[in-house]
């Protein structure tokens, strides 16, 4: 025979147990929420110069080019007029330059409260988790630690970005032994809804 103490212990045990996967549950969808939490924006325009430096893997200027015009529309810049044009180019095209570069011309959304272009109309934004991808032909990127750090400290700073969290461990003159990897959160323009006509970059 069961005791009225173990009893209501029995009956309480499955409340408890209700209540903490709750509170699991609403915490996924905060930190979710959070991710992806509205942010009025302008787009801003950037122009800047990008040359690669490096010891253990070098590019040619086409391939470069190709490169940062991929990492440039995952941190959320605008397609529409974005320009990525090779620069200072001493090799013929396919072949590795030892200082390949580029010149950046593009709109990146900035937030409202921070951005000195007020002449833009302000668009909805929201802040999306973003894992910096290289898109290269070898099985994983260890051989472009180099450029992935150069990514985040020259090219980073023109966007508006927010827990920024890199993870290499270069090596000159050799592949990393793990993947570099580069996650941040990013402004990115809502798609229009209905007849809206904003541009989403």
Known sequence: M???VV??????????????VGAAVLATETSSSA???GQAAVWTPKETTFVYQGFTTTYSCDGLRDKVWDVLLDLGAQKKGLQVTELGCSTPYGRPDPFPGVRIRMNVLQPVSGSSNTKQTP????????????RNDYSNDS??????EQIRSKLLPLFATRNVDLQED????????????????????????????????
């Not at 668009?123 to 290289?134: C, E, F, I």
Request: glycine share 8%.
């Open 7 to 20: 009893s209501r212990v029995l009956l309480l045990a499955p409340i408890a147990i209700g209540c903490f």
């Open 143 to 148: 051989g472009e630690c180099e450029l992935i």
């Open 123 to 134: 668009v909805p934004a929201h802040w999306k988790p973003v894992n910096v991808q290289l």
């Open 170 to 201: 270069c090596v000159p003159h050799q592949a990393s032994a793990t993947r570099p990897t580069l996650k941040l959160e990013v402004l990115i323009a809502d798609k229009p809804t209905g007849n809206a006509s904003q541009p989403t970059g």
């Open 35 to 37: 991710a992806g939490e």
């Open 2 to 4: 069961i005791s009225p």
